[in-house]
């Protein structure tokens, strides 16, 4: 199975700062995920960032709001940008495994004031 | 457009009791299903998934799931519920070949009490 790590665990941040998260992968892969996980709710995927080209973003979510990189076959980074409170969230990367089983990483609780 | 339906918000049990957690899907074509566990602030964790065969399937911790194409439902059960398995409980569908996409259900709260 996939080790994953994501930093920060959790953050306070203030309305109208980014913050940037970190996902780190054990093995080399071609797919990674970013999930959203509202307060109460499910998890809902954001975008989908495959190395060497353009994330991938499904409905309701823009670059400009929540950039990603992918610089290589183990690293990804999700920026939310201009947080609001409704941004409070958590947020967890996910990659395709062996077998093709997703696995996620721990996740980041971010509380926006 | 896939969509699954976990129709138990909260759920209570005895601990030693029998569980059956409810999930029922909606898909075009033959469904990819999986059962993950959230415990709290943790990530997810993968309890099980259907593909294809059998249609009974294990997973870890001693669960196990049952695939019921007639009935679109991957139902997540535990003949023995221990205290550690409070948790929220997320059933989750995605297409095959390279649609990786994963849609969950909104989720099922399972309490144990002593």
């Known amino acids: 199975s996939a080790v994953i790590s994501q930093k920060p665990s959790r953050d306070i941040c203030q309305r109208g700062t980014s913050l940037t998260i970190q996902c780190q992968v054990d093995s080399q892969v071609t797919m990674m995920f970013w999930y959203r996980q509202q307060p109460g709710q499910s998890l809902t995927l954001i975008a989908t960032?495959?190395?060497?080209?353009?994330?991938?973003?499904e409905s309701g979510f823009v670059i400009d709001k929540f950039p990603i990189s992918r610089p290589n076959l183990t690293f990804s980074t999700l920026t939310v940008s201009n947080m609001s409170p409704e941004d409070s969230s958590i947020y967890l990367c996910?990659?395709?495994?062996?077998?093709?089983?997703?696995?996620f990483g721990s996740g980041t609780q971010l509380s926006v004031l | 457009a896939q969509s699954v339906t976990q129709p138990d918000i909260h759920i209570t049990v005895s601990e030693g009791a029998s569980l059956e957690l409810r999930c029922n899907y909606s898909y075009g074509a033959t469904p990819y299903l999986f059962w993950y566990v959230q415990s709290p602030g943790q990530g997810l964790q993968l309890l099980l998934k259907y593909f294809s065969g059998d249609t009974l399937v294990q997973g870890i911790k001693g669960f196990e799931a049952e695939f019921k194409r007639s009935q679109s439902s991957f139902n997540l059960r535990k003949p023995s519920v221990h205290w550690s398995d409070a948790a929220e409980y997320f059933c989750?569908?995605?297409?095959?070949?390279?649609?990786?996409?994963?849609?969950f259900g909104k989720g099922t709260l399972l309490t144990v009490n002593p």
């Open positions: 989750a569908v995605r297409g095959g070949g390279s649609n990786y996409k994963l849609t």
């Open positions: 996910s990659v395709v495994g062996d077998n093709e089983k997703l696995f």
């Open positions: 960032a495959n190395q060497g080209s353009e994330a991938t973003y």
